[in-house]
């Protein structure tokens, strides 16, 4: 962002250079109402980048004003995922610390004349409310006198009330022909135990009366937004004014971003989740950023990723493309290399003396040298992809092994093929090869020309590993229900081996294997060698 120019950063260079703030102050502010998924990315990018070009702060903010659907689950894996972002926020705010204070200003706005007490129904608040071609009605309570609010709002406050009965509302114009200004609620009655403040309070602010006071309070200079916010702008000014808040936040409304056929609403992704359609919130599938670190997703690459999009002031949808290309090319240069066989074939070097093994030391990757080596194992009998043989070769452009052709391994030496075994049915079970102790990797050989390269695991030494492959877990069928678009036969599971050296492989390591793709550790269930795969080689490498 530092070089980047988009609009919102002009506006902040402007209130510098003005000396209207001598400091920028953002906030990011999350509901805890779910986990953080790739579209709180570039919110969260944005502010705390934003903020640090003019060397400034950011808050993290949990918005929980809405007490039936918060929790502390998500309070605590909000902050862990900002974290894993790259992120420290400045201050750690809850919004319902500030319920006191939102509470005296709401008074202050009834003995201003400026709110009342409603008891129309939310049927009738909705039929009062008139559209955007005909201009509202006034509520027959909205002249109520300041004295009878005051004690009807406290009678609220004090759990007199069911639910719905009564709300709060701002007395503005419900004639304006921005809807949000027809007398909106401010305050309404919620028995619901709230994750901090228990069971203190059973009035609680709306949104568009809370937000603008939360900034104030904490004196955020601009409070950007998404830009479904941009309506409510007049609503957020009136409120910061009329309540008498020392300190004037600027709220600025930017794009969301959203990703070709990914469903990023927390309500959406909490269904799955609910619905036990998914293994949690984190599973591997979920555009989640709890899910995409479990995928193998890099903080590096999502970064990239989401500078990449910009900033403007329409909201974008990008393809998954793009997503990927940002992760694999953090991949291809901080990813240790090694090999791993998914649909393993035997093939037995039968001119190798029995028994014997030699471990060969190689890097982990050849431009890489501060990524260290590692020994890899070769002897008589190794595995090879089932789908890098063939008995005959079909054309020229077959790269691999074939009867009485030769292949170099990666890091070894060039067997060639020369028989084959079969079971009963006819499948090759094994391949009959020799090696030539000239070939070997590095002495420089090149006498002959290999027919490829393939890559193989030395079978005595190789350990298990479990693979999971991920297809979209939507289908991209989108005249169907959300409901009915999860594709639960998203996620395959295919064992296979890995060489020796990756005995000791710790959570979320990341390795390409060689002509492969891109994995990562998952150790979540437990399981030591469990490779999720982040995503595949470019398409092209085949
Ligand atoms: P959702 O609709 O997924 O539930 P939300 O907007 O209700 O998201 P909040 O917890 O209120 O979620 O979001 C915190 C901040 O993240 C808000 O400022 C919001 O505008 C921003 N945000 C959420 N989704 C996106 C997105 N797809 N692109 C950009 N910003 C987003
Ligand atoms: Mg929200
Ligand atoms: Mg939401």
Redesign the pocket.
Known sequence: MENQSNFIKTIMEDDINSKKHDGIITRFPP?P?GFLHIGHARAIITNFELAKVFNGKTNLRYDDTNPSKEDDVYVKSILEDVRWLGYEPNNIYFASSYFQEMFDRAILLIKKGLAFVDDLTAEQMAEYRGNLLEPGKESPYRNRSVEENLELFMNMANGKYKEGEKVLRAKIDMKSPNMNLRDPAIYRISYAHHHNTKDKWCVYPMYDYAHPIEDAIEGITHSLCSLEFEDHRPLYDWVVKETEMPKIPRQIEFGRLGIENTVM???YLKFLVDQRLVTGWDDPRMPTLSGVRRRGYTPNALRNFILSTGLSKVNSTVSKDMLEAAIRDDLQNNAKRAMAIIDPLKVTITNYPEGQIEYLTVPYHSEKPELGEREIAFGRTIYIEKEDFLEEKPNKKFKRLSLNDEVRLFHAYFIKAYDVVKDQEGNIIEVLATYDKETKSGSGFDARKPNGTIHFVEQTTALEATFNFFDEMLDNDETKKLEDRFNSDSWHIVNGFVESSLKDVLDLEKFQFLRKGYFSVDQKEGKKLNFNEVVPLKSSYK
């Open positions: 509901e109402n609403s927390k309500r």
